[in-house]
């Protein structure tokens, strides 16, 4: 089996760390309850894909079907963050359509390789509701303690995310048409990107106190 990518122990010392919610009064994230599975799922996904990979088997599918799942987590996800009912609602329809549009192009239009156009669609849709939670958060009222919130780390981690793979996944397909060279390049960009991501969701867990509001002066 080949060697596993440097961000895999993030992920295990994320697993570990998120494990808090467990074991402290988390009336104002339960959602967040479910994070520790999902990381548990990626680390399996990894290990998997890694497994095929060194045996000679194709792993395409099983990431378009995780990078859908995992779009569809974090906006579910983020759903439970914002306080608006109708924006709630209306991420949740976007979830729905979007499992339908996904799953309708891998049978479909994209049946060979990555999901490059449905992978897209779930990066501005993630972006376009983690700036709507940004805009929500600082147009409170009442002041936030941002470093003990972990839905602000979170969200942060999922803007970065999903912002900075936009243009590399989205033509991931070409880069079987380039020079080694720029695949080893990018290969190393995902690594340090995917470390920090991990090293947010990290801090999101270690700093979460339950959420304490400061009457704004104004």
């Excluded at 880069?175 to 080893?184: A, F, N, Q, Y």
Aim: aromatic share 20%.
């Amino acid at each position: 089996m080949t060697s596993q990518a440097p961000y895999i122990y993030f992920i295990i010392l994320n697993i570990l760390v998120s494990l808090k919610v467990y074991s402290t009064r988390n009336v104002d994230f339960p959602y967040l309850k479910t994070f520790p599975l999902f990381l548990l799922l990626t680390l399996g996904v990894e290990f998997l894909g890694n497994y095929l990979s060194s045996a000679g088997f194709h792993n395409v599918i099983l990431y378009n079907l995780f990078s859908i799942l995992g779009c569809c987590y974090f906006q579910w996800l983020i759903s439970r963050m914002i306080s608006s009912r109708k924006v709630k609602n209306l991420i949740r329809v976007t979830i729905a359509g979007y499992i339908i549009i996904s799953l309708a192009n891998m049978y479909l239009f994209q049946t060979d390789g990555f999901l490059t156009v449905t992978y897209s669609l779930g990066c501005l849709l993630a972006v376009a509701e983690c700036i709507y939670f940004f805009l929500e958060l600082f147009r409170n009222p009442k002041a936030v303690n941002l470093i003990s919130n972990p839905n602000f780390w979170i969200c942060s981690a999922v803007l970065f995310w999903y912002s900075s793979t936009f243009p590399l996944y989205g033509y991931i397909n070409y880069w079987s048409k380039i020079s080694r060279l720029v695949v080893v390049n990018f290969e190393s960009i995902v690594t340090i990107l995917n470390i920090f991501f991990y090293s947010l969701f990290t801090i999101a867990f270690l700093c979460m106190k339950p959420r304490k509001y400061i009457s704004s002066p104004l």
